[in-house]
Structure formats: C-alpha cells, structure tokens
C-alpha cells in the first residue's frame, strides 16, 4: 500500500506570494492532519481534516487555510507569504478521527523556503 | 492542556552502548503516548505507542518506552545502540477526548559515535 505523499517536495516563494501545497492520504485513510515543523517551534499542528470538514484547528493565523476533497486528499494554502514561514510542512494521515488511538502516518513534507 | 517536555536536545552514545531518550508529559486525562523518529530529510515515522494496558511497550527496531504514571514520563529505551539510530526523536501526547490533536515534544536528536 504507497504511504502518504506530499507534493511539492521543495519550493522556494517570495514575501508575499502565496502558495499550495498537496497531500495525498494513505488508500482508505479518511482523516487529513498537517503540522509545520521549524527549528525554533519544533512540530505544531495547523488542522486535520476528515469527510471534508475541518475538525481542529491549531493556533495559526487566517493566512492558513486548507480543504480536504472527496477522496480525501488534502491541500493547504498560505497567503501573503512570510519569511517566519520557511518551515517543513508535514501531512500525516489515519483511519479515522474520533479514536485517537490510531497512528498517523506522516508524509515525507514539502520544504517551503520563503525569500 | 497538553504538553511534552523531552529533556536533552542532544544526545550522544556510543555504538553499543543503552539509549535513553527522556519523555515527561503532562495531561490531565489518561493520555495516549506516542514515539516517532525523523531521518533527515524525511517525514516521522512511528516507533510505538502506549493507549492502554501493559505499560511496557515494545516497538520497531528494538526500542521500547515505559509508561510511569506516578512519574507522568514516557521515556525511550534501546539496550544497544547502532549506527542507523542517529536520527531526531519526538514524543508526543493526546487523549481520547474531544478534538484533541497530537501534541509534540521539541525533539531530541540522536548522536551514535563509533
């Protein structure tokens, strides 16, 4: 079964630009998270997605958005971009969403540098 | 709220000798406890994870984490370490309660010196 992908891997965006980028969840998966990931903040959630709907959202401003389609795949957007934003975002995927027992598992991230 | 403190940014072992990677958390409902490790370049990856039940846990390439309740700690455990363990290690709590989503530790990054 392919794992988690994430496209595009690496990207390079200048102040002010905005950008998307795509996660495609394990087959079956139904529930949609992203994270941001930087050296000084570590891992922080962002929101988490299932049947279309977004169900959590971490505290991140509205220039954050994102929206999950039908077959689950999910994208994320960000608008007038930020040079605090160069992080590595992660999507991680899982069954379901109300048992939070389950594992999620994570993508390989896009690298978003911003100049 | 939740948190995870993971003591230690960086550690260093040598190739053989016990890792031990530190993991306290706070949660003021039973917690789900979660080990994932970062190779450069590359998403997490899940080593274990503790819900409920026995509170020893073992995971993938032989590591394993106690549950400690009375100490609220979850810390890493691998008897002897190997070169390919040199990685970043992340702890991370949730509860099954409500719209809870995983909380991380900073991270701890893992030296192996030959």
């Known amino acids: 079964k392919a794992g988690v992908t994430q496209t595009p891997r690496y990207l390079i965006k200048t102040r002010g630009q905005q950008v998307t980028l795509s996660c495609s969840p394990i087959?079956?998966?139904?529930?949609v998270s992203w994270y941001q990931q930087t050296p000084g903040q570590g891992l922080q959630f962002l929101f988490e997605y299932f049947s279309e709907t977004q169900r959590n959202k971490g505290n991140f401003p509205g220039r954050f958005s994102g929206r999950q389609f039908s077959n689950s795949r999910s994208e994320m957007n960000v608008s007038t971009l930020e040079l605090g934003d160069s992080a590595l975002y992660l999507c991680?995927?899982?069954?379901?969403?109300?048992?939070?027992?389950?594992?999620?598992?994570f993508g390989p991230g896009t690298r978003l540098l911003v100049l | 709220a939740q948190s995870v403190t993971q003591l230690g940014s960086h550690v260093s072992v040598s190739e053989g000798a016990l890792v031990l990677l530190r993991c306290n958390y706070s949660s003021s409902v039973p917690p789900y406890l979660f080990w994932y490790v970062q190779y450069p370049n590359q998403g997490l990856q899940l080593l274990l994870k503790?819900?409920?039940?026995?509170?020893l846990v073992k995971g993938i390439n032989g590591f394993e984490a106690e549950f400690k309740k009375s100490e609220t700690s979850f810390h890493l455990t691998k008897p002897s370490a190997h070169m390919s363990d040199a990685a970043e290690y992340f702890c991370?709590?949730?509860?099954?309660?409500?719209?809870?989503?995983?909380?991380f530790g900073k991270g701890t990054r893992l030296s192996v010196i030959a």
């Open positions: 991680a995927s899982s069954l379901g969403f109300r048992d939070k027992q389950e594992t999620q598992y």
């Open positions: 087959s079956g998966h139904r529930s």
């Open positions: 991370a709590v949730t509860r099954n309660s409500g719209n809870t989503p995983l909380v």
């Open positions: 503790y819900t409920t039940g026995a509170t």
